[in-house]
């Protein structure tokens, strides 16, 4: 007698179906079912890309933008290091242009 609790697929279960949606790659064998070991694999694939990926070092680092001791950043340049250059501080903010004056004074844009 064969065990009616098989391996969950994205047919029977909610996370795999979500899974399924979000990254269709997952489905090794384009049948258009994400079973447990499909998923498992695939996220083993992703943490060893993940894992092997390059660390980007930043170009200027503990540059002060206040008098506490914590008002540090971190500064990641684009490609170009002229002054008007967009410079990655936050995955989701860019450097003003008062903070690109500030910089190019200080000498760190040079």
């Known amino acids: 007698m064969l065990c009616a609790a098989a391996d969950p697929t994205s047919k029977t279960n909610a996370n795999l179906q979500k899974i399924l949606k979000r990254y269709p790659a997952a489905d090794a064998n384009k049948d258009g079912i994400l079973t447990l070991p499909e998923a498992k694999a695939f996220q083993k694939l992703r943490r060893e ?62």
């Open 49 to 110: 890309r993940e894992a092997n990926r390059p660390v980007l070092k930043p170009t200027q680092t503990d540059i002060a933008y206040g008098t506490h001791a914590r008002h540090k950043l971190d500064l990641w340049l684009y490609g170009t290091r002229l002054p008007h250059a967009a410079a990655h501080l936050h995955p989701r903010r860019r450097l003003s242009r008062w903070g690109q004056k500030q910089l190019s004074a200080a000498g760190k844009l040079d």
